[in-house]
Structures are given as C-alpha cells and as structure tokens.
C-alpha cells in the first residue's frame, strides 16, 4: 500500500515528543550551549523539527544545523540582525566561501534555503521587495505566450523555448524598452537568425526559426506587422537523414538495465524508469508526468496524458513493466503526498523537477554499464533504440508510430533507422572491384 503524509513542515502546532531538539544531533553540552545562544540559535529547534518531519536523515539534519550556525556567525560578524536575513546576504556569504571541485556551491549553502523558508513562515525575515514594473517587451511575451497556448496549443516545454528565443530576439532588434513594430525590418531579422545558428546543431536550428517566425506571425495576428515580413527568416541547411541517431543494441539496452537489479529503494525506481524508456520508448517528460491514477493494473494497461501530441494515449501494461512498477510502489517508494509516481529518493521525496532529471538518470545508468559518455546519450536514445528493434524485427512503420505516438509516419522514420549492419548482409558488391 503506498503511504500519503500531508502534513506540512512548518505546523504552529505539534507534539513535544513529534518535536526533536538539538540535543538530538549534538551530544556535547557546550556545543548545544553555543548553538542556543548565537543569532540564530533560538530558530534551531523548530528547524531541526522541519527537517525531520520533511524526513531528512540524521546526518543531514546536524549537517544543515551546522552551516546555519555557520551563517550566523557570518550575520554577527558583519552586524547584521536575523530580521536583516534575505536571499542577498545569503549570496553575500556564499561568495565567500570556498566551492568544491566539482564547482557545486559549497556545503554551508545547502541547509540555508531551509532556513529562509523558516524565518518568512514565522515572520521574521523583512517582506521581500516588489517586483519590478513589467517592460513593454515582458508584456509582448506574455502576449507571445498566450498565443502558443490558448491558439496554437504548444506545450510548456515549447512555450518556453520560443519565449527565451523571442526575448533574445527584441534584444537584438532593439526593441527591449519601448517597443516600436514600425522599426523592426528584414535585414535584422536574418541577421539575428544567422547569428543565432552558428551555435545549434540538428533540431536546435529547426526550433530557432519556427519560433522566430512564429513570433513574427503572431504580431502579423495581433496586427502590429504588415504581413510577409516573416518570410525573412532564412532556412537553414538541416539534413534530417544524414546521419543515424544515438543508439543502443538489444544487448547494450540488458547491459543498462543490469546495473538497476538491487533492492534498493533508488534501484528499484530506476529499473522501473529505464523499462518504461527501453521497452514502451517513453520521453522522458512522459515518466515524470505518470500518476498513479494512469496505472490501470486491472485492464492492463498505461494512461499518457495530452502533450506533444496533443492527444492521449493507452500503451499495454507488459509484465515486466508493470512487475517493475509494483515492486517500486511497494517497496521503494517514499510516504508521500504526491501524486506522481516517481520521486527523488532523497528528503523531501518531491517529484521530479524536468524531464531532464529522467535524462540525466539515463545517461549515468549507460555510463555505469561502460558505455561511452557522449553529449547525445540520455533517455531519447532508449526512445530511439525501442523503435530501430521493433523496425529491426519486422514491425510496421505503423505500429511503431502508434507506440511512439507519432501521427506522421515522417516522424517515424527518423527515429525508426534500419540496422546498418543488417543491410550490409544484402549489400550487392561494388562494380568497381570487379576485375
């Protein structure tokens, strides 16, 4: 049975023995005397108690008692007060402070958004500031935004791409204050393009002129450019086939999955992950949206909700997929109030983040199996994998699309390349060999 908590970390009201004190995680009176009596001793106890109801180990909580004490040290040195606290003396002290190798900020920094987010619940912290007033152009992209959505019906990924490149695009058309259309010509148009694909590759220069162009359509819509000015936009050179994608063999895909087979909790939320990527060719914004309201373990099989397609999608329950994902729910998952069904491992159990975080799992998974590390290599090449087998074993493109969910057979066959090696078994031999 999987377990909910709704309790939230920072309740006025608790049970003293619910309430763990500092002596927990310091055994030495002198310290735990030290502690009380600095700037930030008397929010110790109740931070202590957020981080243990949040469950946190014992390690991490003294851990993150430490690097506050540590700020606070910091505040009364420099004659600060608590009630002076805010995110600018927090990146004040960081940049001080020495940061490891891997260029991660350094330890002290991770127990203090726990503490910031204490002191604005009890009121201590100042009221932050208003936001600045939006810009002529921070109007035009909400505009842009709600074009993409409520017209187009682009998906929050793709919103958010046009939107960044649209900003750059009034910025280098001058156009960051006080938005002139009038102004706003053809040369500078292509130059922005040009200038922006020099540094994308593949797709990246696809999606930089459909959001350019869409922009410009969209003042075309509201009526602010004569339209035909979006034929400025140059095409850019993209050859779709030329080259095979990042992929695995049968192989190469158990040799990953091997790596995920123990019982721990992480293990089993991995396995359970890399199977929906390398059995169903899942995106990996399709594993964190799954809800367990998806699974339909009676009828056997799995609900994908409206995204890039915009339509949804049932897929067959397997049952190694759906084996996989019993045991995680069972044994692995964390109490939690979420609906979703992956979660980190680690304290506070929330779900994902991005579809990055599945990627980046990928991507270790294969690097731990001893495959080489590549910047393509994450959870699209299980996607890509998925479909060369099943074309590989004789499925139609059909069939393959509807599993992918694609609606254009196009689609299909980028991702869906035959096996080189298959084709080079019934490869004629060159005419210029011949004697």
Known sequence: MIQTCDASPFQSTRQEKEKPMIEQYFSRTSVVTRLRHRLLGPYLDDLATALHQQGYAWDSIRHYLRACDQFGRWLAQQGYTAQEVDEALVARD???????????????????????????????????????????????????????????????????????????????????????????????????????????????????????????????????LRPGLEAAVPKLRQWTHATLPQRLTAAQVEQVLATCTGSAPHHLRNRAILLLLARLGW?????????????????????????????????????????????????GRPASASRCV????????????????????????MVRAGLPDTPLMGAHTFRHSAASQMVNCGVSFKDVADVLGHRSLQTTGIYAKLDLEALTAVALPWIGDAS
């Not at 932050?128 to 187009?152: C, G, I, K, S």
């Not at 009828?299 to 994902?325: D, I």
């Not at 979660?343 to 990627?359: C, I, K, Q």
Request: with cysteine; proline share 6%.
């Open 342 to 365: 992956f979660l980190n491992f680690r304290a506070p159990f929330r779900p994902f983040v991005g579809a990055s975080a599945v990627s980046q799992l990928a991507r270790r998974a």
């Open 94 to 224: 960081l940049r001080g402070l020495p940061r490891r190798l891997s260029g991660q900020q350094p330890q002290a920094a991770e127990g203090l958004p726990h503490l910031l987010q204490l002191l604005r619940q009890r009121g201590v912290m100042l009221p932050p500031p208003p936001p600045p007033a939006a810009t002529a152009m921070d109007h035009w992209l909400r505009q842009y935004e709600h074009y993409l959505d409520h017209v187009l019906g682009a998906t929050v990924t793709t919103r958010k791409n046009y939107r960044a490149i649209a900003r750059r695009f009034l910025n280098a058309c001058g156009q960051a204050g006080h938005v002139e259309w009038g102004t706003l010509h053809a040369q500078a148009i292509t130059a922005f393009v040009c200038q922006e694909a020099v540094t994308r590759t593949g797709g990246g220069r696809k999606v930089l002129t459909a959001a350019v162009r869409g922009f410009l359509r969209f003042l075309v819509f509201c009526g602010e």
């Open 283 to 331: 995106r990996a914004h399709e594993v964190v949206t799954l809800r367990l309201e998806d699974i339909e373990w009676r009828q056997g099989y799995l609900r994908l909700h409206p995204g890039k397609t915009h339509h949804e999608r049932l897929l067959p329950l397997s049952h190694e997929v759906g084996q996989a994902l019993a045991v995680y729910l069972s044994q």
